[in-house]
């Protein structure tokens, strides 16, 4: 079983930026995968991003191509998303999520993940 911990949320005007951070720890296999998602109020969970563990390889949601990136540090068994030129609907709880096995480079649904952290809030304000 592998634990998650998000950190690094909070309010942000629009255009700014914010770096998450999910810490991962527990049983790591090097076919994890890791992704972000984010659901808003009344909204379903939404796909951001989400890296491979062993090659880095990354695949993104179409709305936030361009300006979020996504990254792992797995000397330090981190997984971070770079929120960049934020918007007003980028305003959502942001998930982190570990998949285990191995991952195509096509949009996963979030019944795909094993693993989910608690959650870290971004609000952007216009």
């Known amino acids: 079983q592998v634990q998650l911990a998000e950190s690094g949320g909070g309010l942000v005007q629009a255009g700014g930026s914010l770096r998450l951070s999910c810490a991962v720890s527990g049983s790591i296999f090097s076919g994890n995968a890791f992704g972000w998602f984010r659901q808003a109020p009344g909204k379903q969970r939404e796909f951001v991003a989400a890296v491979r563990r062993t090659d880095g390889a990354t695949i993104y949601g179409d709305s936030v191509k361009g300006r979020f990136t996504i990254s792992r540090d797995n000397a330090k068994d981190t997984v971070y998303l770079q929120l960049n030129k934020l918007k007003p609907e980028d305003t959502a709880v942001y998930y982190c999520?570990?998949?285990?096995?191995?991952?195509?480079?096509?949009?996963?649904?979030?019944?795909?993940?094993?693993?989910w952290g608690q959650g870290t809030q971004v609000t952007v304000s216009s």
């Open positions: 999520a570990a998949k285990a096995g191995w991952m195509r480079m096509v949009v996963p649904t979030p019944g795909e993940f094993s693993s």
